[in-house]
T-cell receptor, first 108, second 114 residues
Framework: LAKTTQPISMDSYEGQEVNITCSHN???????ITWYQQFPSQGPRFIIQ???TKVTNEVASLFIPADRKSSTLSLPRVSLSDTAVYYC?????????FGGGTRLMVKP | EAGVTQFPSHSVIEKGQTVTLRCDPI?????LYWYRRVMGKEIKFLLH????????ESGMPNNRFLAERTGGTYSTLKVQPAELEDSGVYFC????????????FGPGTRLTVL
């Protein structure tokens, strides 16, 4: 399974755009890139998934370069409620492998 | 639509006792997963059911853990006998067939073994 590397923590302010980059140099051809969000005392929540180029939904955008060795989760105009841990996962379907995640703190 | 539910939310037991955790997946989801996070560690995969069949149980730590999904609906995870290192949060998730990595997680059961 591809190993992922992402920042341990990030700080931001309300209204700013936040970009969290994840490195996955050993990504395999059939691997998808998936991001989850987790609030304290809750289970992880799916945010977005992509295979290549750009994916956008109502919550975030995911940018994946052509070599797929990294990906960037973009959160537009964050609010205090976006304070959470964000996980980048890379792998085939079904078995999710969580790393340490990025702890995002949004300040007023 | 109801999400994934887990029972109990918390459980405190003594070493050597037995505990059974329950997970009710989202209706219609054939895939059901168990994960856990032990203290200070990352969330780890335990096993995966497709309906009532165990598709992958490579993450089960040892034979003190037994998961079942009779009838392909809810699932139970029994720990017998519990050890101190079993303390942590146990998550259940479910997904539709061919949903790639979009899994819906429950709130987790916090297990404390004293």
């Amino acid at each position: 399974l591809a190993k992922t590397t992402q920042p341990i923590s990030m700080d931001s302010y309300e209204g700013q755009e936040v970009n969290i980059t994840c490195s996955h140099n050993n990504i395999a051809t059939n691997d998808y890139i998936t991001w989850y969000q987790q609030f304290p005392s809750q289970g992880p929540r799916f945010i977005i998934q992509g295979y290549k180029t750009k994916v956008t939904n109502e919550v975030a955008s995911l940018f994946i370069p052509a070599d797929r060795k990294s990906s960037t989760l973009s959160l537009p105009r964050v609010s205090l409620s976006d304070t959470a841990v964000y996980y980048c996962l890379v792998g085939p379907s079904n078995m999710l492998t969580f790393g340490g995640g990025t702890r995002l703190m949004v300040k007023p | 639509e109801a999400g994934v539910t887990q029972f109990p939310s918390h459980s405190v037991i003594e070493k050597g006792q037995t505990v059974t955790l329950r997970c009710d997946p989202i209706s219609g989801h054939d895939n059901l997963y168990w994960y856990r996070r032990v203290m200070g560690k990352e969330i780890k995969f335990l096993l995966h059911f497709v309906k009532e069949s165990k598709q992958d149980e490579s993450g089960m730590p040892n034979n003190r853990f037994l998961a079942e999904r009779t009838g392909g609906t809810y699932s139970t995870l029994k720990v017998q006998p519990a050890e101190l290192e079993d303390s942590g949060v146990y998550f259940c998730a479910s997904s539709q067939v061919n949903a790639n990595n979009e899994q819906f997680f429950g709130p987790g059961t916090r297990l404390t073994v004293l």
